[in-house]
């Protein structure tokens, strides 16, 4: 590739803070509050206009869809943005589980009052692009803006980047799959104009979805309490659809997905129906690709729902989210690799910093949590090797294929946001850096904050 010199240049120190959290999406919501609560001045980085990521930004409604009778999960922040969204918002049940389905434009508002009430410094459209690194140790990062250039220098940095930006640029060790192995990324969008009552009565009378046709053309492996559960499916009309001609195939991409909730004024949403695979979501020429591809395909479901789905007759567009929703990246190297046995036989650690059910979906496994089952999270998952005053929340956290499609789950970031973020306040707190934290001291904290980590 050819290459210019950049030349060396002095640039202003944006602000100086005790937690820098970079990325403003569920995990990075978390960090944020947790540390400001925990007693750290702290400062929350996104890159967009809005926080609340993949909520907010993509249009992912089912932040716990996961949710049923006997679900025992980590509590602290996860209730709580669900319930400050009622607050404001008035409820939405989601329509598959004991949750709330969180629109993205309110979301957007309860992100801002949550931030702004925990005392949070909140910074939008900024980007880092580099970090600043003395003898192992991260002291800040680089950022660019509409307004330049600029420094911001902290005490304790938390990546919830999604893809592991910040520890990779740092030169924290890091796994990632071959494009052809990631998971797909999926472009999401909304639609008006439906005769719901009529979509609804197809829905109940004649489509009759449930978990077991999700296995109806692609290999699923579930452990059959889930298959007769209710699940807002429908893959065959999009099938057919490329089948017969109707629309164009590409190998790439597969048709056929779910929808969040149906309103009487005429919209159906979160219709995630367009998958795309073999794209690498840190290469820019991939994204674009991805982006100019989904949205293609997103118009011929359009059409096909038109034609095929009682209801949708003269269905329109709505709108798209701002991005593309992704899955899988990097994943750090972190002090313990959470595995799939941990998830599927309910690993218990000494470290624990949360706890999440056991709940898999994707790499073929649908495992729903009705049981009771969960497995814990422990602190060394997020604590990165090599570099040291950086912890990583999210789905970027150390694991494998399997224990990844459970962690990435929104909830899950949660849980290991308020981790990372009380882990970081703490640190400060007894001045001691991250990699020696005191984690009953952190366990405590957890515990003032309604975090539950341990049986």
């Known amino acids: 590739m050819k290459q210019i010199h950049e030349t060396g240049r002095d640039i202003p120190v944006f602000a100086e803070t005790d937690v820098l959290v970079v990325g403003g999406g569920p995990s990075g919501l978390a960090a944020a509050i947790a540390a400001s609560r925990t007693g750290a001045k702290t400062l929350l980085m996104e890159r967009y206009g809005c926080f609340g990521g993949v909520i907010t930004q993509v249009g992912v409604e089912g932040f716990a869809w996961y949710r049923h009778e006997k679900t025992i999960e980590a509590g602290g922040l996860v209730p709580e943005f669900e319930n400050k969204f009622v607050e404001l918002a008035g409820p939405n049940p989601e329509c598959q589980s004991e949750s709330q389905a969180l629109d993205a434009e309110m979301f957007k508002c309860v992100a801002d009052s ?76 909304h639609c008006r104009g439906v005769d719901t009552n009529r979509f609804r009565e197809y829905v109940l009378n004649e489509l009759k979805p449930t978990y077991k046709d999700w296995g109806g053309y692609w290999s ?117 690799c959470l595995s799939q046995k941990d998830v599927m036989e309910e690993g218990r650690f000494d470290d624990a910093i949360a706890i999440f059910p056991e709940f898999i979906d994707g790499a073929g496994y649908l ?29 970027a956290i150390s694991g494998d294929q399997i224990a990844h499609v459970s962690f990435r789950n929104m909830a899950c970031c949660v849980a290991t946001g308020q981790g990372a973020g009380i882990a970081a306040a703490v640190s400060i707190h007894d001045q001691v850096p991250v990699s020696q934290v005191n984690i009953k001291n952190v366990q405590k904290n957890l515990e003032k904050q309604g975090v539950r980590y341990l049986t």
């Open 114 to 189: 949550m931030v702004l009430e925990a005392g949070v410094r909140p910074l939008l459209h900024s980007m880092a692009v580099g970090t600043i690194v003395e003898g192992g140790i991260l002291k800040g990062i680089i950022a660019e803006s509409k307004s330049g250039r600029f420094a911001i220098l902290a005490k304790r940095v938390v990546d919830c980047t999604g893809d592991a930006d910040i520890a990779a640029l740092a030169g924290v060790p890091f796994t990632m799959a071959p494009k052809d192995q990631l998971m797909s990324v999926t472009t999401l969008f």
């Open 220 to 336: 699923i492996t579930t452990t059959g309490k889930e298959d007769d559960l209710f699940s807002p499916y429908f893959e065959k009309p999009f099938v057919e659809a490329v089948r017969d001609g109707l629309i164009p195939k590409d190998e790439n991409v597969s048709l056929g997905g779910t929808w969040s909730s149906i309103t009487d004024n005429g919209d159906v949403t979160q219709l995630n129906v367009v998958f795309i695979s073999n794209i690498d979501c840190t290469n820019v020429e991939d994204l674009t690709k991805a982006e100019v591809t989904g949205r293609r395909n997103a118009l011929y479901c359009i059409e096909v729902l038109r034609r095929k789905v009682p209801g949708f007759e003269k269905a329109k567009l709505r709108n798209f989210g701002m991005t593309m929703g992704t899955r899988e990246s990097r994943k750090i190297e972190g002090h313990y």
């Open 367 to 395: 495992i729903k949590p009705t049981t009771g089952r969960y497995y814990q999270i422990p602190y060394g998952c997020i604590l990165p090797k090599k570099i040291d005053n950086l912890l990583v929340a999210g789905r």
